[in-house]
């Protein structure tokens, strides 16, 4: 009798631990980030004459660099210095040194043994080319490297080479039972590889009403450390900020104590006119983390969930925060922006952070020296 009491209440146990089983498979560090910022940068125009129909932009060096639905000229190379333009290259075709839809990668882009500063840029999401923009302004022409394909859309290129990445496969329905939904997974591959290494994230999928939903609140775009294989993905609809160090195997999560979790239940979503709404407990959720920059110390992300974000009326600009954390997920301070941007890169040699406007197409800079010099005292 005593053994099937002991039987018993191990099952009972088990099945407490199974039903238990959070929805996140690392540690999460509970931390205050959020309505925390002490201090207005306003920011001011830069001036450079540039074109309509900016996609996105990042920089290197000395070098603004540009991607524009122009057709004959999708990639654009502007001095930081002047604001001279320096080149136009990519026109839209099938030739190597055409691209057709392209996009950037995560904003990455480095440096060779040379020294050459090449940008990688995704073309149609299935394959990826390296343009080398030193010798393309050499040259006068769109200098193409090494092409690959690639198996997923959401990816970010480790040890800063075309052939290692780490894609983010999204939550997918099961093929036997469509009721079921699979959780999102990530994939460490080397081209040519059928199938890579596989981080399970998150064990079971979060309590959804909605399939769509499953998409969005798993979604944000992964960012790579300069120089080493650290990983940074802020979350779009929640105060979550995942970090991947791939070459260690050490994974962990930051997120404002008490807000919205993946363990939580969301309610259905609706649709307001065109608008497809995330709703939670009755209110419409914002956008929480943007565009971030990724420097050698620390991660500055743009932030719009916050009560200087979410009190502009109907109809105003929205001007961003900037949280700033360090790689090992400590927050380090925040500030308030004056202007809208929705697109930020970093100078590390000036600490002037420049802001892309991508509605009104004005580019902004930033005075960091104070913020920066205060993280890292």
């Known amino acids: 009798m005593f053994g099937f009491r002991s039987f018993l209440t191990f099952f009972l146990l088990l099945c407490s631990l199974i039903s238990c089983k959070r929805h996140f498979a690392y540690e999460v560090k509970e931390i205050d980030f959020v309505n925390k910022s002490d201090t207005l ?33 999708q990639l654009l190379v502007y001095s930081a210095n002047d604001g001279r333009l320096l080149g136009r290259f990519c026109g839209k075709g099938r030739a190597k040194y055409e691209i057709i839809g392209p996009r950037m990668i995560s904003h ?19 394959a990826i080319k390296m343009i080398n923009i030193t010798e393309s302004l050499k040259k006068n022409r769109a200098v193409v490297g090494d092409v690959r394909q690639c198996s997923s859309i959401y990816y970010t290129l480790l040890d800063n080479d075309i052939n290692r990445t780490l894609e983010f496969f999204t939550a997918q329905r099961d093929l036997i039972n469509s009721e079921v939904i699979e959780p999102p997974y990530f994939e460490v591959k080397r081209n040519g590889d059928e199938e890579g290494k596989r981080i399970d994230m998150y064990p079971k999928m979060m309590k959804l009403d909605n ?11 992964m960012y790579k450390h300069p120089s080493r294989n650290m990983v940074v993905q802020p979350f779009f609809f929640m105060d979550y900020v995942l970090f991947m160090d791939i070459d260690n195997d050490r994974y962990f999560a ?11 239940y969301i309610s259905p979503t609706s649709t307001v006119g065109e608008d497809y709404v995330l709703m939670h407990e009755g209110r ?7 565009d971030p920059f990724c420097a050698e110390s620390f991660i500055m992300i743009l932030y719009t969930a916050g009560d200087y974000c979410t009190d502009v009326e109907e109809g105003g600009k929205v001007c961003p925060e900037l949280i700033i954390f360090d790689w090992d997920g400590n927050f380090k301070r925040s500030v308030k922006l004056g202007k809208e ?5 970093y ?13 009104e197409n004005i580019m902004y800079r930033f ?11």
């Open 41 to 73: 940068i306003d920011g001011e125009p830069v001036d450079i004459s540039l074109p309509l129909g900016l996609q996105d932009f990042t920089m290197c060096d000395s070098l603004f660099l540009f991607l524009t639905d122009d057709e004959s000229a």
């Open 108 to 126: 990455q882009v480095f440096k060779d043994p040379n020294g050459d500063i090449l940008l990688p840029l995704a073309e149609q999401r299935s």
């Open 211 to 221: 399939y769509s939903d499953a998409l969005l609140f798993y979604h944000g775009a």
């Open 254 to 264: 930051v997120h404002q104590k008490g807000s919205l979790s993946f363990d939580d």
């Open 284 to 290: 419409k959720l914002p956008d929480h983390f943007g």
């Open 341 to 345: 941007v929705h697109c930020i890169s």
């Open 347 to 359: 100078d590390s040699n000036t600490m002037t952070m420049y802001g892309m406007d991508m509605i």
């Open 367 to 377: 005075d960091m020296q104070d913020v920066i010099a205060g993280i890292q005292k």
